[in-house]
């Protein structure tokens, strides 16, 4: 029988044996101590396996369990059917939390009785020093707000203080997922989930604290391995954008930025590879199709409109303008992108 419990804390785990260790012990130095930790191994072909279970057996309030190698949505799923807690929140196994990271949470849905609360994340790439200025506990509860669906839309569409439509840095009721689950084999399902969620919940919670660190491996943002689900991510995106143009009309700019955002994110990773030359032509017509709106928006920011110009050279030209950013930003080394 399970253990009835305030939060479980989800973590799908995939051939993550370099950093599942820190991400573990992140999420068992808590403040807060009322939650099970659920280790969803995926089907690991390195030690990740024998890593969840060594947990599972030195720790009460860690569970390991193992599925066939499904994909992620499918990890988070079994995780879900795992869940004794009131309160489900997701953490991916090469990423950490701060100490104060559930509490903090779980305080503010205590306090406004919410079905959802949505923090922000600070992202890290390998090697680089972490920017902790978001995390203050105090600033989490006297700046946090109770928002309207629609409001709750436009901050996680714009990423607005580094909020997002992803499953991560976020507090949810176990009831938001009665009826919802991740669609199999797709690797951007946040796009595609988030809309059931927000729609499921009455109350959301709005708050800037950033005690979730989302790791970039570095070299990984340009020699990320292209799946199918990959390219599943503008169509989700854009599945999302209509329904937010029929029903919230008053924000289809910020459901727009995100699209095109997406568009962008995949044009980015197959950029840097000669083989997908003809997908990058067909997503820079989708970008260029909306270039003014782009251009204009007062959501997009200086460098993405750089990016959007560089566009109208050609993708040759922008593959170029990609290189220089990544080296200029220290997010690859000089060899990285021929």
């Known amino acids: 029988m399970k253990k009835m419990v305030k939060v479980s804390v989800i973590v799908p785990v995939y051939n993550v044996e370099m950093y599942v260790n820190k991400c573990i012990e992140s999420i068992l130095a808590q403040t807060f101590q009322d ?34 190698h499904e994909g992620v949505a499918e990890a988070r799923n079994r995780g879900l059917e795992e869940a004794a807690g009131e309160f489900i929140t997701f953490v ?22 919410a079905d959802l609360v949505i923090s922000c994340g600070i992202n890290v790439i390998d090697g680089k020093k972490i ?4 995390n203050n506990c105090q600033r989490a509860f006297s700046e946090a707000e109770a928002v309207s669906r629609s ?28 009826n919802v689950r991740y669609p199999k084999g797709e ?10 969620i927000v729609e499921g919940s009455d109350r959301i919670i709005c708050t800037p604290y950033a005690g979730y660190y989302y790791l970039r491996r570095k070299g990984s943002i340009v020699h990320g391995r292209i799946q199918v689900g990959q390219t599943l991510g ?17 924000i289809e ?45 007062r959501y997009v920011r200086l460098t993405e409109k750089i990016g ?19 080296l200029w930003t220290g997010k690859i080394s000089g060899t990285v992108v021929q």
């Not at 903090?104 to 406004?112: D, N, S």
């Not at 409001?151 to 569409?157: Q, V």
């Not at 503008?234 to 008053?250: D, E, G, H, T, V």
């Not at 930025?257 to 997503?283: A, G, M, T, W």
Request: glycine fraction near 2%; hydrophobic fraction near 40%.
């Open 35 to 68: 939650f099970e930790l659920i280790l969803v191994d995926d089907g690991s072909t390195d030690h990740s396996r024998e890593i969840c279970t060594e947990y599972s057996e030195k720790y009460k309030n860690v569970r390991a369990v193992y599925n066939v």
């Open 151 to 178: 409001e709750a839309y436009r901050r996680m569409l714009i990423c607005e203080q580094n909020a997002s439509v992803v499953t991560w840095a976020k507090l949810y009721h176990k009831k938001l997922f009665e």
């Open 131 to 134: 920017n902790r200025r978001n």
């Open 253 to 297: 700019d910020a459901a727009k930025v995100h699209y095109l955002r997406s568009c962008f994110d995949l044009l980015n990773l197959l950029v840097v590879d000669p083989i997908y030359q003809r997908k990058c032509r067909e997503l820079r017509k989708k970008i260029i199709h909306e270039e003014l709106f782009f251009m204009l928006c």
């Open 92 to 113: 991916d196994s090469d990423d950490w939390v701060d100490k104060t990271y559930l509490e903090t949470l779980y305080r503010l849905q205590e306090a406004y009785h």
């Open 234 to 250: 503008i169509k989700n995106a854009q599945s999302l954008w209509s329904f937010i143009r029929k029903k919230y009309p008053n």
């Open 187 to 196: 690797i951007y399902e946040d796009s595609k989930v988030i809309s059931q």
């Open 308 to 326: 959007a110009i560089g566009l109208l050279f050609g993708v040759p030209f922008y593959k170029w303008m990609w290189r220089f950013y990544l």
